[in-house]
């Protein structure tokens, strides 16, 4: 696929440079899905990881301790399978062959005969309990834990060269020595490496580390070589497949939402982190939630977005705050974030236990359809997601996000749902069963969610709106030609520096990115003064691909958004079927009643939507694909 004229050139310069040649292909129709489909990713992973238990100060019996009780507790059974060691097995790279050491101080099983260290039977080991493996490195030179940790007792030691752990410069050696070797079967690569080593640093200067002029700057896009690093993390998925022939691997990108990586990793790995790292406190699993809340259209089987990791059993999440545990437990499966446990389930209590091993919460993150929840209803107080899954029902989470008890109010149509039939709702917490019609109130408690299963009669009973399957929706072309900060995340305190420096202001790309039911920059739909309640809001000059799975007809209601600002280009809308043009709405000005396209898509497989107009624009204009539908 053709790269985004802004990736190609960077922030600072994509207007001039957008040719005309290059942005009339990218809106071409490409006749395929084209986000990255190779790995083991058809479902969100799930597992479990060392770090948020124990940091970098790792060891065999730890690892095993957890994955033990992963098997005996029942969570294995459950699909919990991936057992990852993170920061903290490596000793140091031979600086002759190359080749990684392990930690045989902390891993003796790694010692091997020959004087050499393999972590084979480890893997072995976690694979005869049914288990896969998951090992972590990092995309520079130098780790995080090299660069903050300190536990230095647990870092990588001698000469500089010996210490250069990372992947930069040893891709496919390291690759083929982790998943070939030693039969590793997940990767997660990190990246302060490539945003930490700037010559100024004093530990640069010392002579600790070498430099690596930052491709990163976390604080600004403007300042970050978005192409650079998408080329990096390209490069190990290469290798990943070159390295695994029966694609049983998952690639876990780790840049923490920098470099504009939660509009580029779903055409690169499997799961990718949007923001920085979570910490049991509530405001920052909020702040971590919120970076992926409104990224449904990004996600889909292949490609997960990934708030991070659980922290379920540890601070405000431990045994004795089990409603804020059931919160994080509950909105980490309605965002088909990866489940991964962080914590020493050696010391899990069984109610604890319990909420990890909730069967049916679990059943709305390993939904085949892969449909990440889409907000129905946004406020900072209350928040209420809704997930479509595979059998046509769906699951509905009202969250309280404050610390006072809260009455709100559920209405059919949040569900699209008809308000005169029955709406039945089953709490998948409690078992409780309700029936009602129209509205429903329920009292949340502080920080509570409630979970629901639901069932009604469907609005549109003869298929699906386009933003109920997000699962199956690519955004191949945004629009977006600059890319901007999302500043709709949570704000609290960050916990490592307190409340110095002058706030926590937004820094993660992909504002501005299509969206299920909102427009791009999270306002309600609307043409011509015309409202839309479902749709698809993207900007102009944009390409969404949809899965078609059977349907016959899609329908929509298209025009140029109220909230277009530049306005001086008419928007035509095109819909093309497995690549050819089935219909076109004509040019549509700001300010034009909404009109009907509609195209027979019986047989087509991949049905995609265009909004382009005749020149390039510097900043496109919000569209609407109002009530855009597949139906039978
Ligand atoms: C980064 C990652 C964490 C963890 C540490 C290890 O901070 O975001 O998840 O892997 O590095 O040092």
Redesign the pocket.
């Known amino acids: 696929m053709a790269l985004r004229p802004s990736l190609l050139f960077g922030a600072a310069c994509a207007v001039a440079l957008i040719a005309p040649a290059a942005y009339a292909d990218e809106l071409d129709p490409a006749g395929k899905w084209t986000a990255y489909e190779r790995g083991a990713a058809d479902l969100p992973p799930m597992g479990w990881?060392s770090?948020?238990a124990f940091?970098?100060a790792i060891d065999e019996e730890k690892v095993l301790g957890s994955a033990n009780i992963i098997v005996s507790s029942g969570l294995a059974a459950k699909g919990y399978r991936y057992i990852n060691l993170?920061?903290?097995w490596w000793a140091r790279r031979n600086s002759t062959t190359g080749r990684m050491v392990i930690r045989t101080d902390r891993f003796p099983s790694a010692r091997q005969r020959n004087g050499s260290t393999s972590f084979r039977p480890l893997t072995d080991r976690l694979h005869a309990m049914g288990l896969k493996a998951g090992i972590?490195s990092e995309i520079g030179r130098n780790?995080?834990?090299q660069l903050?940790?300190e536990d230095k007792s647990s870092l990588p030691t001698g000469t500089v060269a010996e210490r250069e752990v990372g992947l930069h410069d040893h891709v496919d050696q390291d690759i083929r020595l982790y998943f070939e070797e030693w039969g590793f079967d997940y990767i997660?690569v990190?990246g302060?490496g490539i945003r930490g080593l700037p010559a100024s640093n004093p530990r640069v200067i010392s002579g600790e580390f070498r430099e690596f002029p930052p491709l990163i700057d976390s604080d600004s896009l403007g300042r970050t070589n978005i192409p650079a690093v998408r080329a990096l993390f390209t490069d190990v998925s290469q290798a990943l497949e070159r390295h695994n022939s029966d694609d049983d691997f998952i690639f876990s990108i780790?840049i923490?939402g920098a470099a504009d990586v939660r509009s580029w990793a779903k055409n690169v790995g499997n799961m990718s982190?949007t923001s920085?790292?979570i910490f049991p406190i509530w405001g920052r699993m909020l702040f971590n939630l919120d970076s992926a809340s409104r990224r449904a259209l990004y996600a889909h089987p292949g490609s997960w977005n990934d708030p991070?990791?659980l922290y379920i059993g540890t601070g405000d999440f431990d045994a004795d705050h089990l409603t804020e545990a059931r919160t994080h437990f509950s909105m980490w499966a309605m965002l088909n974030a990866p489940l991964i446990i962080g914590y020493d389930l050696r010391r899990a209590t069984p109610k604890l236990l319990e909420i990890l091993g909730n069967t049916k919460v679990i059943a709305l993150n390993q939904d085949p359809a892969g449909n990440q929840a889409v907000l129905a209803y946004d406020t900072d107080d209350t928040q209420f997601y809704v997930k479509t899954l595979s059998d046509g029902t769906k699951a509905v989470a009202l969250l309280n996000r404050t610390s006072a008890p809260l009455q709100v109010t559920l209405t059919a149509d949040q569900l699209k749902y008809l308000d005169d039939g029955d709406v039945t709702l089953e709490n998948l917490w409690t078992g409780d069963t309700i029936t009602f019609r129209k509205e429903h109130e329920f009292a949340l408690a502080p920080r509570e969610t409630l979970v629901f299963k639901a069932r009604g009669t469907r609005t549109l009973a003869a298929g699906y709106y386009i933003s109920e399957m997000p699962g199956s929706v690519n955004p191949a072309v945004d629009g977006i030609t600059v890319p901007e900060a999302e500043p709709l995340t949570y704000r609290g305190i960050l916990p490592w520096q307190g409340t110095r420096g002058n706030g926590e202001h937004p820094r993660y790309g992909g504002w501005g990115g299509a969206q299920a039911d909102m427009t791009p920059y999270g306002d309600q739909l609307a043409v011509a003064g015309h409202r839309f309640f479902s749709g698809i809001g993207v900007l102009a000059n944009s390409r969404l691909e949809v899965r078609n799975n059977g349907f016959k007809r899609f329908s929509a209601t298209v025009g140029v958004d109220d909230t277009a600002r530049d306005r001086s280009q008419p928007v035509t809308f095109f819909v093309y079927g497995d690549g050819r043009l089935l219909a076109e709405s004509g040019p549509k000005r700001f300010g034009e009643a909404p009109s009907p396209i509609e195209a027979d898509v019986s047989g087509v497989k991949l049905v995609e939507l265009v909004a382009r107009t005749a020149e390039p624009m510097r900043f496109p204009d919000p569209v609407t694909w109002g009530e855009a539908a597949l139906t039978r």
Do not use: P, T
């Open positions: 990881n770090w948020n940091g970098v993170d920061e903290g972590y780790s995080c834990g903050y940790s997660k990190d302060c780790c923490w982190r920085e790292d991070d990791m």
